[in-house]
């Protein structure tokens, strides 16, 4: 159909999920090749949300899937079918997905029941334990086995497809579209200093201290995992030099644990999820992050910003690499140790604190409109 709008359909339904395709979603619906649609699952509502606020995205359709009591399964059924019944509403050219979540995995399936191409953003990650990250790694596979594009973010996650025999012609290395998103954040703060207003009463309380700022949601952590995590933070935060400002995730499996062993400690604000301006803020004043997330371990070397994740596997190595990120699993003391040694070796400190950027330049988005634009669609019918 020469001279047609190529109709893209994005689905999304994750807090990272909407801050890593934001800015190819702007750009899509400014560019008149494009007809950009898009679906939201909810599949985490108020996370979703406060994203969906910030960037100022309207969903063309919501299908608002999440239960606090859904297992996996229930989780994979709704979203199977919900969003094959959108995709039937809206017949797409294409469907982009991103990351590896339920909602990307279960997207790429019903696009794939209805012969519809895929393009999936940040395509190659793997750690290459299928219980580390659970389920995500097994998300990531299903969706490069049914790909028409591949959005790598590095030449590590694009080998990490040959690997495992994707059609290298259909693999692109673009970087993380999570930069482009710190970029644009940045420069909304620059312009608007009051959007990071939020964490100003906790500045002011913590003044003169080192700020240690904490994330921790993954699934493969719940139990003696988050037990851990909060153990460490509470011993670190018995240094009268330190003060950890923690957004706690909305998930009851971390947040119980962490009200239960952290709440009413002077050197921790136990605080609501920070929205993303205030989060990239945090960032900014933090000495070093420790985390389990996996956005935060891209965006940290961004700023410099040491971190240590607390996690025995990533499927992020570039950060590992380059020595701004070191793995610290969940084990107590291991964890204080290493935090400690930031505080109190100025060498160690300085040797990780490096602002690089091994995710990206801040242009994915752009990269990822032109391959989409050039993508071969399959003729009608
Ligand atoms: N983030 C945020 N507010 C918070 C904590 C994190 O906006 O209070 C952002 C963070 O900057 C990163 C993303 O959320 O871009 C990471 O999401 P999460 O850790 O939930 O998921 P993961 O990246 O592990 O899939």
């Given at each position: 159909m020469p001279g047609a709008k190529r109709r893209i359909l994005t689905i999304f339904g994750t807090r990272p999920e909407a801050i890593k395709l934001f800015p190819l979603i702007r750009k899509l619906a400014a560019d008149s090749r494009f007809n950009s649609r898009i679906c939201v699952t909810g599949q985490h509502r108020g996370l979703l949300d406060q994203v969906l606020a910030v960037t100022g995205l309207v969903p063309d359709h919501d299908l608002d899937l999440m239960r606090p009591d859904h297992s996996l399964g229930e989780l994979t059924a709704a979203l199977v079918s919900g969003i094959g019944e959108i995709l039937d509403t809206e017949n797409p050219d294409c469907v982009v997905v991103q990351g590896d979540t339920a909602t990307a995995m279960c997207s790429a399936l019903s696009a794939y029941y209805r012969k519809i191409p895929?393009?999936?953003?940040?395509?190659?990650?793997?750690?290459?334990?299928?219980?580390?990250?659970?389920?995500?790694?097994?998300?990531?596979?299903?969706?490069?086995?049914?790909?028409a594009l591949h959005f790598a973010p590095t030449a590590t996650a694009a080998e990490a497809l040959r690997q495992e025999n994707v059609d290298p012609d259909s693999i692109h290395v673009t970087g993380n579209t999570v930069i482009d998103a710190l970029h644009a954040v940045?420069?909304?703060?620059?312009?608007?200093?009051?959007?990071?207003?939020?964490?100003?009463?906790?500045?002011?309380?913590?003044?003169?201290?080192?700020?240690?700022?904490?994330?921790?949601?993954?699934?493969?952590?719940?139990?003696?995992?988050?037990?851990?995590?909060?153990?460490?933070?509470?011993?670190?935060?018995?240094?009268?030099?330190?003060?950890?400002?923690?957004?706690i995730h909305l998930n009851p499996n971390v947040r119980k644990v962490m009200e239960a062993e952290l709440g009413g400690l002077e050197n921790v604000a136990l605080i609501e999820p920070l929205d993303y301006p205030n989060f990239v803020?945090?960032?900014?004043?933090?000495?070093?992050?420790?985390?389990?997330?996996?956005?935060?371990?891209?965006?940290?070397?961004?700023?410099?910003?040491?971190?240590?994740?607390?996690?025995?596997?990533?499927?992020?190595?570039?950060?590992?690499?380059?020595?701004?990120?070191?793995l610290v699993g969940t084990d107590t003391t291991r964890i204080l140790e290493e935090a400690c040694r930031l505080l109190d070796d100025s060498q160690a400190y300085a040797a990780m604190a490096r602002a690089h950027n091994p995710y990206g330049d801040g242009e994915s988005a752009g990269r990822i409109v032109e391959l989409l634009a050039g993508l071969n669609y399959p003729a009608p019918g």
């Amino acid at each position: 159909m020469p001279g047609a709008k190529r109709r893209i359909l994005t689905i999304f339904g994750t807090r990272p999920e909407a801050i890593k395709l934001f800015p190819l979603i702007r750009k899509l619906a400014a560019d008149s090749r494009f007809n950009s649609r898009i679906c939201v699952t909810g599949q985490h509502r108020g996370l979703l949300d406060q994203v969906l606020a910030v960037t100022g995205l309207v969903p063309d359709h919501d299908l608002d899937l999440m239960r606090p009591d859904h297992s996996l399964g229930e989780l994979t059924a709704a979203l199977v079918s919900g969003i094959g019944e959108i995709l039937d509403t809206e017949n797409p050219d294409c469907v982009v997905v991103q990351g590896d979540t339920a909602t990307a995995m279960c997207s790429a399936l019903s696009a794939y029941y209805r012969k519809i191409p895929v393009a999936h953003v940040e395509a190659g990650l793997r750690s290459g334990n299928i219980h580390h990250p659970w389920p995500e790694e097994v998300n990531r596979k299903v969706i490069a086995a049914i790909a028409a594009l591949h959005f790598a973010p590095t030449a590590t996650a694009a080998e990490a497809l040959r690997q495992e025999n994707v059609d290298p012609d259909s693999i692109h290395v673009t970087g993380n579209t999570v930069i482009d998103a710190l970029h644009a954040v940045r420069g909304r703060i620059a312009q608007d200093p009051a959007l990071v207003d939020g964490l100003a009463d906790l500045e002011r309380r913590f003044a003169g201290k080192r700020i240690v700022g904490v994330t921790c949601h993954r699934r493969e952590n719940f139990g003696d995992g988050i037990l851990g995590i909060a153990h460490a933070v509470r011993m670190l935060a018995q240094r009268p030099d330190v003060a950890v400002i923690f957004p706690i995730h909305l998930n009851p499996n971390v947040r119980k644990v962490m009200e239960a062993e952290l709440g009413g400690l002077e050197n921790v604000a136990l605080i609501e999820p920070l929205d993303y301006p205030n989060f990239v803020h945090l960032l900014d004043i933090a000495d070093f992050v420790l985390t389990d997330s996996g956005g935060v371990q891209e965006e940290g070397p961004a700023f410099g910003k040491p971190v240590l994740v607390m996690r025995e596997t990533t499927e992020r190595p570039e950060g590992v690499e380059a020595g701004t990120a070191r793995l610290v699993g969940t084990d107590t003391t291991r964890i204080l140790e290493e935090a400690c040694r930031l505080l109190d070796d100025s060498q160690a400190y300085a040797a990780m604190a490096r602002a690089h950027n091994p995710y990206g330049d801040g242009e994915s988005a752009g990269r990822i409109v032109e391959l989409l634009a050039g993508l071969n669609y399959p003729a009608p019918g």
